[in-house]
């Protein structure tokens, strides 16, 4: 595994000048992504902030090819030119030995909500290529609106902290579980607060050949009200308090790694999420008088499916 | 900021052909804070570089040299992952380094 | 070469699918929805035979099998595929994309009615639907055409002055599942009146590397749009030639419209597609009782080609238009819409009336055809556009 000095000598191939928030997540995390291979890649990306921000005509922050098609089928847009690698390689317009990337972005409302079908389809049709989900939790580029990826009593402007409803009512889906149903060879849970553990994943996944998922946690300081200083911090500790386990499944085997692992092995100490819900705004409102049940709700959701990843981890 | 053009003078299709002109879009502009670099700290490990949203640490022969300015949006983070105290913020326009 | 054509008997889905082999396109996406399944499943037995080159996409939707084909088709290749009805309506925003990247994608439907009440039959609401997004449209009358338009419009869709995608249309049922005998050309006759693919910024040259579908602001889009509307008007011209160069390969003339004795015409009917068929049919039956009608057949819908429908419209004194789709709450089908518009400006304008016919499958018969052409022919003076349905029951 190249280490991060060797990686300073690749390529940048996200260039500066694009217009993500300052602090922004999904930036570090296709960052950490486009530098952990050198090899020639071709991005597809779901309407959102990452698309948007990117490339405002005449305004290009990519210097790979790139395309945007709309917000549902980035899996699918991948799957097409994926598709027409292959058919000039049976051709002969394409030499056999020849290795390009694919990597489809999207965010948590492109892939765990509308995007899903097209994940599903292109990941089941078995296309060479890897679906990154920077998962800031919500609609964050029209404005905050809640995901089916957003947590247990977050503050969205669609699930706002009020009187009568004080936040999202449901548990966040596990899309990751759901990828899992694919049996994939390659499926895996990253935080980019834990950048060589990301890093380390994405090389692993570049040198596999099929369908492959990576979820990645992005915080958003405007969405999830803390300061554009502490993304790489609450990407941490996201992981500390078993939030945002990272993990890999690699042919239907789980196992933890990094910070995750150590702390099943009870290495490192597994934090109260607690900790991780006062780090950010949105979470403000659960600590006024009247909403304890709802920190215990989230609590016992997180060591419940804590509990379950660990048992499949072999723990 | 480029000047306007007619539909004849561009590529068709809203096609970009100038891979990564972005560079030519300054969000150095939107800072309000700024990164100050404390060589004498700076132990190298690039800890800043690969965590910066806008890559605008510039690392020269393996070792940090600086930061851009034409795209550092003042966020901070370099100045909170460094373990060296080799990176403070300071108020924009107050103090240079 | 004429006298080497191998007559096949095909349906429309069939000579569609043969014509697509014989591309050897490098993409194919595909997803079923009747009446379009057997192209796709004829397609899928030339795949898992070996006899082409392409990567066969089976996707999990329509709009996946177009946004498939945008990825394709940017990435830099031949791509075709094929859908009907609420297939279509599925994937309409992708079809917009794909014409405002300028893919030139080829895509066949086999047209059906939209639901609701779900309708598996012919009509034309789900192209109509389509006809502001800024696909070239043929209207193909039969399983001939059809075969035969698959090869004009990969190289129409392809030229470096047009790069839109291209609709082939067909009647659903009507032409898609109907045997026909079809004048098929050799594969090396294809592959040379196509050429290879030159691919113009595809994905995949990392030397140049693009970026397809970016953010406009309100500064730009327009000009985009702009674009958009040159290269259509400059496709007209390029049908033209291309339609020529086929007719010189096949024997065939296609053209954009076919003009069928009108010359001497007082009365006519405007149609398009399979009805077309039918219409002469009756015309030929009127014509040897000495009655002075003839037929305009509108076979490319966009570009419309406003000038060539003036010049062959100009002289008659009624006009019925055949509208196989109706726009809810306008005045009058989209066919007739435009027509009526196109001729607006002629000092000596015909009068025309709109026949809504054919929803959802409905019959048409030559009787009722005829019909209609007694209608113009008994008019005498100035006829208001007026909006008939013809073959609904209760009017």
Known sequence: MANLKQLTEREERLTGGHRLCAGCGASIIVRQILLATDYPVVVSCATGCLEVSTTIYPYTAWKNPFIHNAFE?????????????????????????????????????????????????????????????????????????????????????????????????????????????????????????????????????????????????????????????????????????????????????????????LIASGK??????????????????????????????????????WEKLMKLSGY | MSQEKTWKEIPWGGLILDAGNAQEYHTGDWRTERPVHIMDNCKHCMYCWICCPDTAIIVKDKKMVGVDFDFCKGCGICENVCPFDAIKMVIEGEEGD | MIDMAKPMALTGNFAAAYATKQINPHVVAAYPITPQTTMMEKFSEYYANGEVDTELVCVESEHSAMSTCVGASAAGGRVITSTAANGLALMFEIVYIAASNRLPIVMCVMNRALSAPINIHGDHSDSMGCRDSGWIQFYNENAQEVYDTMFMATRIGEHKDVRLPVMVNLDGFITSHKIEKVNTLEDEEVQKFIGAYEPVYPLLDFENPVTYGPLDLTDYYFEHKRQQVEAMKKALPVIKKVSSEFSNLSGRDYGILEAYHLDDADCAIVTMSSTAGTTKFVVDKMRSEGKKVGMLKIRLFRPFPAEDIIAALSGIKNVAVLDRSESFGAFGGPLYNEIRNAMYDVDEKPNIVDYIFGLGGRDINAVQIEGVFNRLMSASGKMPGDVNYLGVRGD
Request: with cysteine; proline share 6%; glycine share 10%.
């Open chain 1, 73 to 261: 089928n980035s899996a699918a847009t991948i799957s097409g030119a994926e598709a027409m690698f292959k058919a000039h390689k049976n051709t002969g317009e394409i030499p056999q030995d020849k290795k390009v990337k694919f990597i489809a972005f999207g965010g948590d409302g492109g892939t765990y909500d509308i995007g899903i079908q097209s994940l599903s389809g292109a990941l089941e049709r078995g296309h060479d290529f890897m679906y990154v989900c920077y998962n800031n939790e919500a609609y964050m580029n029209t404005g905050i609106q809640r995901s089916s990826a957003t947590p247990r009593g977050a503050a969205t402007t669609t699930s706002p902290a009020g009187k009568v409803v004080p936040g999202k009512k449901q548990y966040p889906k596990d899309l990751t579980e759901v990828i899992a149903g694919h049996h994939l060879p390659y499926i895996c849970q990253v935080s980019p607060g834990y950048y060589m553990d990301l890093i380390k994943k994405t090389e692993k996944a570049m040198e596999i050949e099929g369908p492959k998922f990576m979820n990645a946690f992005s915080p958003c300081p405007r969405g999830w009200r803390h300061a554009s200083n502490a993304s790489i911090d609450v990407a941490k500790l996201a992981v500390d308090c078993c939030f945002w386990p990272i993990y890999e499944i690699e042919n239907d085997q789980y196992a933890l790694t990094g910070q995750s692992k």
């Open chain 1, 268 to 305: 490192k100490e597994k934090l109260p999420v607690a900790d991780y819900l006062k780090s950010q705004g949105r979470f403000k409102h659960l600590f006024a008088p009247g909403n304890e049940e709802i920190l215990k709700g989230i609590q016992g959701e997180v060591d419940r499916r």
